[in-house]
């Protein structure tokens, strides 16, 4: 079992930044696989960024647009997310997730473990 806490959301206007933070624990060899995901009304939820190990990654690039960052401190067991010039339709929650794929995948149902979400809003 992995277990994950997000924090770092909140409102911010357009062209405005946050960072997501998720903080792992647990049996962290489950965790080979780590991503960001995200989830607003009527819509299923879509695969942000992803990251396996500290050096591979892989992002949703028709909304992303070079705007986030993803990254993890194994040191620190802690998962981050760089929002960078936000846009009212980053609004969601959003959530962190671990799989045991040694992979980047951005598809949600090969993840594992999830934590219970952070809200991003992001006003006009």
């Known amino acids: 079992q992995v277990q994950l806490m997000e924090s770092g959301g909140g409102s911010v206007r357009t062209g405005g930044s946050l960072r997501l933070s998720c903080v792992f624990s647990g049996n962290i060899y489950s965790a080979a696989g780590m991503g960001w995901f995200r989830q607003s009304p009527g819509n299923e939820r879509e695969g942000v960024a992803a990251?396996?190990?500290?050096?591979?990654?892989?992002y949703a690039e028709n909304f992303v647009k070079g705007r986030f960052t993803i990254s993890r401190d194994n040191a620190k067991n802690t998962l981050f997310l760089q929002m960078d010039n936000l846009e009212p339709d980053d609004t969601a929650m959003y959530y962190c997730?671990?799989?045991?794929?040694?992979?980047?995948?951005?598809?949600?149902?090969?993840?594992?473990?999830w934590g219970q979400g952070t809200q991003v809003t992001v006003s006009a």
């Open positions: 997730a671990a799989t045991t794929s040694f992979d980047v995948p951005l598809d949600w149902r090969l993840y594992n473990f």
């Open positions: 990251i396996y190990g500290t050096a591979t990654t892989r």
